[in-house]
């Protein structure tokens, strides 16, 4: 796991042609919008988190954030107890976002 400023990560994530954005927060955090063309899979389903993540491919790159940068964080340790290799979390998460945000 890596921990990423806002610009590593973007600057990273799009030079990726192997990457996956992916939103660890609830449905209703993602309501209020989220990062062009991310996947959510909610953190808080517990084992159900789980089972969604064993059904991603491990050879991609995941660049992983949620509202503050705390469970996202949490996320790419279980990514990587899980067997993914890259998982990027992103610093601050969508509150320091300053790129463009798209509402589901």
Do not use: H
Request: charged share 25%; glycine share 10%; net charge negative.
């Amino acid at each position: 796991m890596a921990d990423l400023s806002q610009d590593e990560w973007t600057k990273q994530l799009e030079s990726d042609n192997n990457s996956v954005i992916l939103d660890v927060r609830t449905q209703d955090e993602v309501d209020e919008g989220m990062i062009p063309n991310a996947i959510n899979i909610d953190i808080y389903k517990g084992q159900g988190f789980v089972s969604e993540l064993e059904e991603l491919d491990k050879t991609k790159n995941y660049y992983v954030y949620c509202r503050s940068g705390a469970r996202s964080g949490q996320a790419c340790g279980i990514m990587n107890q899980l067997g993914f290799k890259n998982a990027y979390n992103l610093v601050g998460g969508f509150m320091a976002w300053q790129g463009e945000v798209v509402q589901q």
